[in-house]
């Protein structure tokens, strides 16, 4: 870090990824992605949740290995075999998630990884601690235990640890997501002054405004393909309005070829229809980790798909909960078709033909453990005809649930398969089956195609499209804007927990919905 | 009862502690060496078993009772290495793997012993005391605390060894982080799976050493199931210390004082159930938990495997 020349030499790249690629379990999290990181750069990685930001910072951190293509450093292949092998490469990171020992001091963190038979040298530590902490103008409380620190300050404990280690690439993953506006803008500047001394530093956020902001160059990737960059010599040329509309334009712009394209619904919506769900003023409180909502209105009609685009964890979530009764609303009204339903329980809202179809299929809307037949009917446990007297009627509930198997073309070994060794895409198959039999009018879907691959994603959209073709209402909460223009009637844009805009899904939607997202007027 | 507040069964019943309280404390702070780095160690009865059976054997057949201590912790190793690699490697469930080890070893440890010595119980002859000068010879405590055998000192400065390691060096640092925060451990590029190795192993060193103390100095025989449950007291004891060694060795006297009071009781002949005052220890534990159970504090990870990069 004493190095501040920039002779043409230093401007090479420390670690250069050449088309890596990284697969999970049914999806690819990485396809083929390049990178080029130097010295004295802020290199912004942008994109939305499952853009493969992590799995990237995975790999650059010894943590996972790349399936295909190459990490070089210093210009050498390099493999990084593990967390100890990057730190000694000079790549320190700072995680989404603390990896503090909250029960150790600050010191004890930063001597943590020291060969073990040495006793902690202390005073040393102290030393470099005050010389990095005086040449980047922060204070750490040395003695304290780190469970009593903010999160604010155990982030800078993180990054002091990566200076501490000299390391040479500091990579900082979502590191502004637990901060509050002045600790964003606290660590601006601060990754100003680090790269002023030389350092690399590698900048993952989701945030459009942090990007335009604390970066010099900026990839962005979407569904672990990198779609573009931005280069230093234009970053400079551009206004801060400029970037955020280059960037929307690459990480919600249309791509050439792309087999998800789909032609806009052309069926209309009767408009003298009276709306299925009318929805005025709902408002939820905030807690601790979810942001609230406050004044969301909108009507569903007949046959209408009513998208909710917006970037993820503005309360999208929270919308869907509140309408399905998962979550005590604070006020507003809630009408299904006239009849209020506010007051009503998720069981009562179920029956009355509301139907949600969470986006935590494992977690929420399955039990993994139980057979796909039993989790069909997981909403009507006790009820005949599937339970008489208590009493589970197996036969029943096996013709019934074969007859899903077919009709939704769910792919499982058997009946009695536990649900969690299905796909996700299959998985998803059974909430389907189970929301939309008899009786749904209004059907909520959150984030339906999110983590399945493009055959499931396209059968899913298919059958939403039906869903509406029904005559059900649907409200499509989604953060890929492709799929909700694609499928939805009207497009209403939600941040910070209220509805900014409403745009009919016409010719110029792609980029009103887009300004929207990013808070300027449609 | 006359006899009951006598110096010499004063004296007696105290030594008794002393003596009981070694297996116990080895075993405690073996285990929060385990639990501290984040193994849940329930295989320990099964590794002061093994202890107790090769440390007999070893002394029995050299005649030394030093080198029945160390063939007592190769025992006792061998056992963590086993649980080392289902538990730490492997990363299988630590309490189904560890009552299998326990289970095992009782099995095991009886079958050797009837076949090397059929019904017969062989004994060593009666340990060498290590009198300490003058302090030895003030009355009641003298003869209670200072005239054991030298591994009884050296149990109670390892107490201060511990300690020492906890506090002041780079390996004690390791395995708290390995069971408060493994993954902060693993990023900062030390190595896991061999940080909890290590503890797992030196835990089956010192429950191997209170095992072979067990058999060759406190009761000078073996026989089958003679730990008796005194892994399983370690446990509780390094539970309710909350990563102190100095609470353990408490611990371990107060549990010492109650089985040597059995023994003492039924000598000294007392008109209670020998069922009844057998309890006592057990008793013990039971109000020890009611009143300081809360106080447990356990590591975050304790029982979880580590698995790299897992969400």
């Known amino acids: 870090m004493s190095n501040l020349s920039s002779s043409p030499a230093d401007r090479r790249d420390i670690v250069a990824l050449e088309g890596v690629t990284k697969r999970f379990p049914g999806i690819v999290a990485n396809d083929s992605v390049d990178l080029s990181i130097r010295p004295g750069e802020v290199h912004v990685l942008l994109g939305e949740n499952g853009a493969g930001k992590s799995t990237l910072i995975g790999m ?20 990084i075999t593990s967390p100890r092998h990057a730190l000694a490469l000079g790549i320190g990171t700072v995680f989404q998630h603390m990896m503090l020992v909250p029960t150790l001091t600050v010191a004890e963190n930063l001597l943590l990884g020291g060969p ?46 990566a200076m501490v280690r000299n390391s040479r690439l500091l990579i900082l993953d979502e590191s502004t997501s637990m901060l509050t506006p002045k600790g964003i803008e606290e ?50 040329a551009l206004g801060e309005q400029e970037i955020i509309s280059e960037i929307v334009e690459l990480m919600f712009g249309q791509q050439k070829g792309d087999p998800e394209a789909v032609e806009r619904p052309a069926r209309a919506v009767q408009a003298e ?86 986006d935590d299929r494992l977690g929420e809307g399955t039990v993994g453990t139980f057979p796909v037949s039993i989790n069909f009917f997981l909403k009507q446990v006790g009820a005949a005809p599937f339970w008489r007297g208590g009493v589970e009627q197996r036969a029943e509930i096996d013709r019934r649930a074969s007859e899903l198997v077919r009709e939704y073309d769910v792919r499982t070994p058997s009946l009695k398969t536990p649900v969690a060794r299905l796909s996700g895409g299959n998985i998803q198959k059974v909430l ?55 499928m939805c009637h009207r497009i209403a844009v939600i941040a910070n927990g209220s509805l900014v805009g409403t745009v009919a899904n016409t010719d110029d939607a792609r980029t009103r919905v887009g300004r929207l997202m990013i808070g300027l007027a449609a | 009862m006359t006899g009951l507040f006598s110096e010499v069964f004063l004296s007696a019943l105290l030594f008794g502690a002393v003596t009981a309280a070694i297996p116990l404390l080895l075993a405690g702070l073996g285990e929060q060496m385990s639990e501290k780095a984040g193994v849940l160690n329930i295989g320990i009865e099964g590794m002061m078993l093994a202890g107790a059976y090769l440390g007999f054997v070893g002394a029995f057949y050299s005649g030394s009772l030093w080198l029945g201590f160390l063939t007592g912790i190769a025992g006792g190793v061998a056992v963590a290495a086993i649980m080392a690699l289902l538990c730490v490697r492997i990363g299988l469930n630590q309490i189904v793997i560890g009552i299998a ?20 119980y062989p004994r060593l002859p009666a340990a060498d005391a290590t009198v300490i000068p003058l302090l030895s010879d003030i009355p009641i405590v003298g003869p209670a605390f200072f005239k054991h055998h030298l591994i009884v000192y050296l149990a109670v400065a390892l107490v201060f060894g511990m300690t020492y390691l906890y506090r002041r060096t780079q390996l ?61 007291l370690g446990i509780v004891l390094a539970m309710l210390a909350r990563g102190r060694p100095v609470w353990v060795l408490f611990g371990a006297l107060l549990f010492g004082v109650c089985l040597s009071l059995t023994t003492a009781m039924q000598v000294a002949g007392i008109n209670i159930p020998t069922d009844v005052i057998q309890m006592l220890p057990f008793l013990a534990v039971m109000i020890m938990l009611v009143l300081f159970g809360r106080r447990a504090s356990l590591p975050a990870a304790l029982g979880i495997p580590y698995e790299r990069g897992a969400r």
């Open chain 1, 60 to 79: 650059l951190s010894g943590l996972q290995q790349p399936d295909e293509g190459r990490i070089l450093v210093d210009g050498k292949p390099m493999p």
């Open chain 1, 116 to 161: 073990w038979w040495q006793r902690p040298k202390t005073e040393e530590l102290e030393a470099r601690v005050a010389e990095i902490t005086s040449s980047l103008g922060i204070t750490v409380k040395l003695h304290a235990k780190v469970s009593e620190l903010s999160l604010g300050e155990q982030q800078q404990v993180e990054i002091l640890r």
């Open chain 1, 187 to 236: 660590l601006g500047a601060l990754m100003r002054r680090l790269v002023e001394q030389g350092l690399a530093i590698v900048f993952i956020t989701h945030k459009l405004k942090e990007a335009a902001a604390f970066g010099d160059r900026i990839s962005v990737l979407k569904l672990g393909r990198k779609v573009g960059e931005i280069p230093p010599e234009r970053f400079r």
């Open chain 1, 273 to 358: 229809a009276a709306p299925l769900l009318r929805v005025v003023d709902l408002a939820v409180a905030p807690t601790d980790n979810a942001p609230g909502l406050s004044s969301i209105s909108f009507d569903i009609r007949p046959g209408e798909i009513l998208g909710i685009a917006g970037i993820d964890g503005n309360g999208q979530k929270q919308l869907a909960e509140a309408l399905a009764g998962q979550r005590a609303a604070t006020g507003g009204s809630v009408r299904l078709e006239d009849t209020p339903i506010e007051a009503l329980s998720v069981g009562e809202r179920r029956q009355r033909g509301l139907r949600y179809l969470t």
């Open chain 1, 432 to 486: 389907l089956a189970r929301e939309l039999a008899e009786g749904a009018k209004v059907v909520i879907f959150n984030k339906p195609t999110y983590g399945l691959d493009l055959a499931n994603t396209l059968a899913s959209r298919q059958r939403i499209r039906d869903t509406a073709a029904r005559g059900l209402a649907v409200l499509l909460i989604s953060t890929d804007l492709e799929e909700l223009l694609s």
């Open chain 2, 101 to 120: 080890l326990t289970l095992g070893l009782e099995g095991l440890t009886a079958l050797l012993h009837h076949f090397q010595f059929s019904r017969s």
């Open chain 2, 172 to 232: 004690g640092l390791n395995l708290q982080a390995a069971g408060d925060k493994p993954a902060a451990l693993d990023v900062a590029g030390i190595d896991v799976m061999r940080t909890r190795t290590i503890a797992v192993l030196t835990t089956g060193a010192m429950a191997g050493l209170g095992g072979a103390y067990l058999a060759n100095v406190g009761a000078g025989l073996f026989i089958p199931f003679i730990t008796n449950g005194a892994g399983f």
